[in-house]
């Protein structure tokens, strides 16, 4: 065991002291005695404990002195009280100072040794606790809330602003539905809201307009006088909320946390959970209180002059790159303009982009003296400083490539030789995932300061949505132009009223428009009991054949059926879909294809046939972003097939009652 394991038996009983110390050091323990009360005092200051075992009767000092200063230490012991009289007194002085065990002389050492090893057990796994606490749940948890309070306050000067955005950050940290932040006003001594965060509109002008009597409420002493957050998970039946407001709008659980600022309460923040009952341990309540003071001292560091200089060049340089980047719609130019505005802004001599690709990422752009540093076209994630960028989601910043471990030996050793020593990295995101990594490298190591890594962070996002606004241009254009071929198609497909042309129309836009190499049209036989293949495109060894209307024709039953279209792209597709009966298949090699669409031809309540389309000459991928504009060609096929029918029979009736009334007149001719 440690020094800091150690027991101190504190009794000026020699003999007692010595019966003490012999059966604690054959249990294994390392033992110190103290034969006074002053003696242990000074042992206690000057050195660390795990366990004090103390005698009630000293004759030199009073023991509760002693166990004070214990109290205060960094880690303070257990105390085993040991009295030679068994007293209520002796009693109440063990409770009241909270020891681990109360034991009378003559002492029964086999219940000593049982109270001593339950202690070290309990110290050992708290410190166990303790230690797994910090590392998996508070360097987390708190630095990310904190991070993102101190972004949100750190942007803006006006204090209702910066207090409801810290309302929003608090909801989220701690999963709550709804956030106020309260003022106290010196005036009145009440708590005023000033600020909330995702409150329902039924409740907004209550919570609004109700101020808090602080001093007249159950809280008042804890939040205000003790700065601890206080907390309910019965708000309604908690006689520590009693004011009416907390009854006009029913809510389960409620956390009132302190606003301190320069070591002063001037407000405090309520969260809400409707339904939900919230609990929080005393550890949970210490990092609260953490997460407050540091939500005081942004806050104050908000009104501060210089942080508003900052912040003022900060927009305007990102109000800069945004007026660029909104005239430029080309992806490739809006990269270019980011990596040549990210070297200016931070005075880098080389900076880049690499973009999510599948599992990759990819250069997507680079300033000309980059392209030593960024050579190789893939990585991946996770791979090299870039990879760990979008793995972690967090910048990554090395003020001296040579010494980091975790950059690419290969990589390293050719940044290196071209001078290049400092590197950051910051994550591009948009809608919460990482979509790729702005890298800026220096010559000569280089300790960037927080305000540029928060300018190129603030950089990245422009650029995330700037990268998005251009994929989105460029998807919209692509769609237009698709939905005007679709619409060229359609017309072509009413050029001719006779079903052949129609057919020939309609196969040649979706190979064409759409994409397919081979398409095949099936109409439902007059009775209704088959598919007949009327047309094919793409294949001259198209045979004539039919398929029964039952599930032995597995696809295209199922989108007969369905009147939805069955995309089969994958093989998690293929092994979900009803597949063809395989004597089919075993007749017909033409049917015989992994990754299809079959759509249906619908008009009005009536499915009259399916087009199954596939790409199995190339054996190009199909794209799911195909199979819409798929559909709407083979429902504007299937209108086409319908007029031309009734346009067909239209003109059978019209020639037959041209007939009729030919034979009509010559009848009354003759006679």
Known sequence: MGEQDAILVVDADPEAALHLSDFLEREGYSVAVAATGGEGLRRIRRERFALVLIDLELPDIDPSTILTEAARAEVPPEVIVVTGRATLDSAIRAVESRSAGYVVKPVDLSRLGAIVARVFERRRLAQDNARLNAELTERLAESEALAAISATVSSTLDVREALRRICRELARLLGSDTSAAYLHELATGQLVPVAAYHVPKEYLATLSSTPLPLKEQGFFLPLWAERRPVFTDDVARDARFTHAMFRSFPHQSGLLLPLIVDDEVIGGFYLVWWTTRRRFSERDLQGLERVSEQVGFFLRNARLYEQAERNQRRLEVLNDVSRHLAAVHDPQEVLTIIVNEAARLVG?????????????????????????????????????????????????????????TRYDPAHKQGALAQGYRGFIGVPLNAHGHTVGTLNVFTRGARRFLPDEIALLSALADQASLAIEKAQLLRGTEEGRALLERISHAAITMQSSWEREDRLAAFVRAAREVVGFDRVTVFLLTGDGSELELVTAGGDR?????????????????????????????????????????????????????????????????????????????????????????????????????EESRLYTEARAREQAATRLYAVTRQLATSL
Do not use: W
Request: charged content about 25%.
């Open 348 to 404: 880098a001599e080389a900076a880049g982009i690499r973009l999510l690709d599948g599992d990759d990422l990819v250069v997507g752009a680079r300033t000309e003296s980059a392209a030593t540093v960024m050579a190789r076209p893939r990585l991946k994630v996770g791979e090299s400083l870039t990879g760990l960028v979008v793995a972690g989601g967090e910048p990554v910043v090395v003020e001296d490539l040579a010494a980091d």
């Open 541 to 641: 060894d198209a045979p004539d054949l039919r398929l029964p209307v039952t599930p032995d024709a597995g696809p295209y039953h199922e989108a007969l059926k369905s009147r939805r279209p069955v995309a089969v792209l994958s093989d998690e597709d293929l092994a979900r879909v009803q597949p063809l009966d395989r004597t089919h298949l075993l007749d017909h090699a033409y049917l015989r294809s992994r990754r299809f669409v079959v759509a249906p031809l619908v008009v009005g309540q009536r499915v009259i046939g399916v087009v199954s389309a596939d790409n199995k000459p190339s054996r190009r991928p199909i794209s799911r972003e195909s199979v819409e504009p798929f559909g709407s060609l083979c429902q504007n096929l299937a209108m086409a097939l």
